[in-house]
């Protein structure tokens, strides 16, 4: 998961967002976002936005279905690796990069306090995180232990801040018993760093970076402009890499997708962002029997 992705996004979702963020936030820039004091009526849809992802992260903690996507992607995953460990004759030592967040940790205790409590990133956040009680997803840590025993480097390269964040990170990993936990291997956003591929080319300087895991395209490669639509062709670009060097895994709560929803335009008000999100649809309309776009009421 991206930061900026998780900043821009949980803000989004709970609508407290009012300056326009240039188009490329998403696509690695680092600019912050700014926030404004909510007005009466801004607060009435900002709550509705929180209810709204009520739902995501209810089905991310509660159903088996998450959970089988988990175990398919780590299943698949131990099974391209083991391809390449054979394969692998030499010369530079193999190495995979993970994104941490619903890639190898569940924060979704955290989006929950979000949903609940009308709260937006980073209220909280940094809390949660020195907690250290996230958890493993389901599939992760047997991946990861597979991997430690046949001498793959691992490295967790996340943007949660390095400044504020790294050492209750690496003490979260350590507790959960995930291997090689230590501050060569866990790479977090510095203040100086603009996206996660500076920290994937230096993976790559000294090891045979094999594969690529996390819940956002953002974990795998960066799309030429943050759209809907060079995101898509970024999928298909890269749709043969996906199962093998690429393991994406589910998350309904949150990510960079939303954003294109509202075209990147922060300025926008919560109750904008919801009529934005209800013309993202495509819907049954039995009166006609066709399938339509919502347009508004």
Not at 138 to 148: I, Q, R, S, V, W
Not at 162 to 177: G, P, Q, R, S, V
Not at 270 to 275: C, L, M, P
């Amino acid at each position: 998961m991206n930061k900026w992705t998780k900043t821009a996004t949980t803000l989004l979702a709970l609508g407290v967002m009012t300056s326009t963020v240039p188009t490329d936030t998403f696509a690695g820039a680092t600019q912050a976002p700014t926030q404004h004091t909510q007005t009466q009526e801004d607060a009435k849809y900002v709550k509705q936005l929180g209810e709204q992802n009520i739902t995501s992260v209810s089905w991310y903690q509660n159903s088996a279905e998450a959970k089988a996507l988990y175990a398919q992607g780590y299943n698949s995953a131990k099974e391209a690796l083991s391809k390449k460990i054979k394969q692998h004759k030499g010369g530079k030592k193999l190495a995979i990069v993970l994104d941490i967040d619903e890639t190898v940790l569940d924060n979704s205790p955290y989006q929950a306090a979000s949903a609940l409590k009308g709260q937006s990133y980073p209220t909280g956040w940094h809390e949660w995180v020195k907690s250290a009680q996230a958890k493993p997803v389901y599939g992760a840590k047997d991946f990861l232990t597979y991997a430690d025993k046949h001498n793959v480097e691992i490295f967790y390269v996340s943007d949660r801040s390095h400044e504020k964040d790294l050492n209750a990170t690496i003490k979260n990993l350590k507790k959960e018993k995930l291997p090689q936990a230590d501050k060569k291997h866990v790479l977090l956003k510095k203040e100086s760093d603009k996206s996660k591929s500076e920290r994937r080319d230096k993976v790559r300087t000294d090891y045979n970076l094999v594969m690529l895991f996390g819940d956002n395209l953002l974990d795998f490669d960066e799309p030429k402009a943050a759209t809907q639509k060079s995101r898509e062709e970024l999928v298909r670009q890269h749709e043969d890499d996906f199962g093998s060097k690429y393991i994406i895994f589910p998350n309904p709560m949150y990510g960079s997708w939303e954003a294109t929803l509202y075209n990147n335009d922060y300025g926008m008000s919560a109750k904008q962002k919801v009529e934005k999100r209800k013309q993202s649809l495509k819907y049954f309309d039995m009166k006609t029997n066709k399938v339509k776009t919502y347009q508004g009421e």
